[in-house]
């Protein structure tokens, strides 16, 4: 490589909850520059899931990252093409690949389902992937079975 790598760009923690994670999820949430759009919908989202839940005595926020680390993969199957076929070997993920991935498919998920706002979508796939349903968690189950269905293809390591 020529070139050094890039610097990491360090992401000052969200004014509500200081919270760094949460800047991340609403810079992954955010379309067309609008980050304080994005804001406005995951603050809206928190008093929704703080409203729904009420009788737990979990924070909304404790509540969102019990639900992202419910969806977050530890392995994926990347394609390896050996000889004339190609195979599905698993591998273990990044941890900011974790991040990553789990972000992705909470707000594709979200953006998919029925609803009024996002805010109302985003809290409902919030609540589900924390009671371990929804299509997110899903995503995520079927990643670690299609890794553990192709173990034997492990040892065609990247």
Excluded at 65 to 70: G, I, R, S, V
Excluded at 110 to 139: H, V, W
Aim: a positive charge; glycine letters at 4%.
């Amino acid at each position: 490589m020529r070139k050094s790598k890039p610097r990491k760009r360090t992401i000052l923690p969200d004014p509500k909850y200081n919270d760094v994670r949460v800047t991340r999820f609403v810079n992954d949430m955010m379309w067309d520059g609008k980050k304080s759009t994005s804001f406005k919908i995951f603050y809206e989202c928190m008093d929704l899931i703080g409203k729904k839940m009420k009788d737990s005595e979990e924070t909304p926020l404790e509540i969102w990252k019990k639900a992202l680390d419910n969806i977050t993969p530890s392995v994926e199957v990347k394609s390896r093409r050996i000889g004339g076929a190609t195979f599905q070997v698993p591998t273990e993920i990044r941890a900011d690949r974790k991040i990553s991935i789990s972000h992705k498919w909470m707000l594709s998920f979200a953006r998919k389902r029925a609803g009024k706002s996002m805010a109302d979508k985003l809290s409902a796939e919030i609540l589900a992937a924390y009671n371990c349903e929804g299509s997110a968690f899903k995503k995520k189950e079927d990643t670690h079975r299609m890794a553990e269905a192709n173990k034997a293809f492990s040892h065609f390591k990247f």
